[in-house]
């Protein structure tokens, strides 16, 4: 168990809806990051967040949005949502800001869109 | 921008036998570089890492070198476990990027008893 916990565990939805995935950090980290893992484009890195700023972004659609809130938990919102969003999603976080940490990760939300 | 090329699998090795992951990166700074290992039904989950040039990470049996003139951090182990089978990605942190990660493909291992 890496202390990061994501809800919810399965996701069933329909083109053109939209959904929020959630994401607790490990206690005392910071930094949390999110992360999409498809079968053709492999792990893709979206969005950092550290102390509720964000750090650094990464290939993010313009239909997806996140935010790190005081308690610093995340959230991930999904809108207008296509079937090719069908992924996993991953949240990490780390202590620091991000060079050099270790990442710890969720178990994943696995979003699926008919 | 930065990449990380890893070799293709899936690899599969009888139980014992040596292992070798090859990965090649390209990055505009100094970047910290990991392998982490994914479990089926898991997430990721850190193997080992190295921040600078000629550090060696290891874990489990595991080991990678860092190796600056050649732009690589292989994965190696001298003996795989059945218990080793698992999806394994090399990944960098880029310190002149806000630490922005970057991760390979993936390859699979499976090693038959």
């Known amino acids: 168990d890496s202390g990061v916990t994501q809800t919810p565990k399965h996701l069933i939805t329909a083109t053109g809806q939209r959904v929020t995935l959630r994401c607790s950090p490990r206690?005392?980290?910071?930094?949390v990051y999110w992360y999409q893992q498809s079968l053709d484009q492999g792990l893709q890195f979206l969005i950092q967040y550290y102390n509720g700023e964000e750090r650094a972004k990464g290939n993010i659609l313009e239909r997806f949005s996140a935010q790190q809130f005081p308690d610093l938990h995340s959230e991930l919102n999904l809108s207008s949502l296509e079937l090719g969003d069908s992924a996993l999603y991953f949240c990490?976080?780390?202590?620091?800001?991000?060079?050099?940490?270790?990442?710890?990760f969720g178990p994943g939300t696995r979003l699926t869109v008919l | 921008g930065d990449s990380v090329t890893q070799m293709e699998g899936p690899v599969t090795l009888s139980e014992e036998a040596f292992l070798t992951i090859n990965c090649t990166y390209t990055a505009t700074g100094y970047p910290s570089l990991f392998w982490y290992v994914q479990y089926p039904g898991e997430g990721l989950q850190l193997l080992l890492k190295?921040?600078?040039?000629?550090d060696k990470g290891s874990n489990k049996g595991f080991e990678a070198t860092y190796r600056k003139e050649t732009t690589s951090f292989h994965l190696e182990k001298g003996s795989v476990q059945v218990s080793d089978s698992a999806v394994y990605f090399c990944?960098?942190?880029?310190?002149?990027?806000?630490?922005?990660?970057?991760f390979g493909d993936g390859t699979t291992l499976t090693v038959k008893p």
């Open positions: 990944a960098l942190s880029d310190r002149t990027n806000a630490g922005k990660s970057t």
């Open positions: 990490a976080s780390s202590v620091g800001p991000g060079q050099g940490d270790e990442q710890f």
């Open positions: 206690s005392g980290d910071l930094s």
């Open positions: 190295a921040t600078k040039a000629d």
